[in-house]
């Protein structure tokens, strides 16, 4: 109960955000009538097939009161934009997104959060070096970038919600969104097996940039590229958890690098000493060369789906 949650000023009397409300694991299950070795049996089943074949609460839950002392208080935070024009097509522009938030201080313990998401974040640092002197060197990109670092993702996407709801460049001009959040590290299905990446979106807008992330893949970096996430059906549901999908929402195709999660994830041991530069590097590639290819081709990505 005692860990904020964050919005903004001019959304507080028409937020249709509801109240969270952090429980321990204990009290959790005595809320949801169920017990540890359910849940573990139900993480099982999704595991093995996708689906649990049975609900692991109650059917006729107790109701819950909580009352809590409610508190407000102002702060500031910003996103960071990097900027490089492009040439004859500078009026549109590729955004490159990763969070540089991580979940802060808690119970004295400081959670760095170095692959969720240091690892983003340096991989858009690198590429907007890459891009800048390009440009120097008289070989810049066609259409214009923009690397931008966001915060709030942890506190519900609050940084990618503010751009764009207030953007600096038209969102009418924005071809694409490239959303790193999670590359250093390796999930429990690859364990030792750095050579993969998650994909998730590319085909959710657009095929033309489904097709322009493979083909990057295919002639520069040779990833397997792992759709799993990608399946509507997917109980995870990582396409509405990062900041891709404030892009999405407004119709913008985007794709987005994820490694998967691992035990690290949200954890005050999630430390640079355990990051996987390689992994980092080759991804980063990927998405550099994918976006240098949007950047310069006569046509920008036709949204041609829905999105859903």
């Keep these: 109960i005692d860990q904020p949650t964050m919005g903004f000023p001019e959304n507080q009397e028409k937020s249709k955000r509801a109240a969270a409300f952090f429980l321990s694991p204990d009290l959790g299950l005595q809320v949801l009538q169920t017990s540890a070795k359910k849940v573990e049996k139900y993480r099982q089943q999704l595991k093995k097939s996708g689906k649990a074949e049975k609900s692991i609460v109650s059917a006729s839950l107790p109701a819950v009161t909580i009352k809590a002392e409610r508190k407000k208080e102002k702060f500031i935070t910003e996103n960071v934009l990097g900027y490089v024009e492009g040439t004859d097509l500078k009026d549109e522009v590729i955004v490159i997104t990763a969070h540089y938030d991580h979940i802060g ?53 609050l ?122 590097e080759k991804i980063t590639h990927l998405v550099f060369y994918t976006a240098w290819d949007i950047a310069n081709r006569n046509e920008r990505p036709v949204v041609d789906k829905k999105g859903e």
Excluded: C, W
């Excluded at 240091?118 to 990109?141: D, H, I, Y």
């Excluded at 990057?216 to 040779?222: D, E, M, R």
């Design 159 to 280: 940084g990618s919600e503010y751009y764009t709801s207030h953007p600096v460049l038209p969102l009418e001009s924005t071809v694409a969104n490239l959303n790193i959040d999670m590359i250093g590290r390796t999930d429990e299905k690859y364990n030792d097996d750095r050579n993969y990446v998650y994909i998730i979106g590319s085909d959710r807008l657009s095929t033309d940039l489904h097709n322009i992330n493979e083909e990057a893949n295919n002639t520069h970096t040779q990833l397997k590229l792992d759709y799993t996430y990608n399946d509507p059906a997917d109980p995870n549901q990582f396409y509405f958890r990062s900041d891709h999908y404030n892009f999405a929402k407004n119709n913008i195709p985007i794709i987005f690098y994820f490694n998967g999660v691992h035990e690290d994830y949200h954890q005050h041991t999630d430390e640079v000493e355990k990051i996987l530069f390689d992994k980092i």
């Design 105 to 157: 201080v808690q119970d004295g313990k400081v959670y760095n959060g170095a692959d969720d998401d240091g690892s983003g974040t340096v991989a858009v640092l690198e590429m907007a070096q890459a891009f800048a002197e390009a440009k120097q060197a008289g070989k810049g990109p066609r259409r214009s970038m923009l690397f931008m670092p966001v915060t709030g993702e942890e506190k519900g996407l």
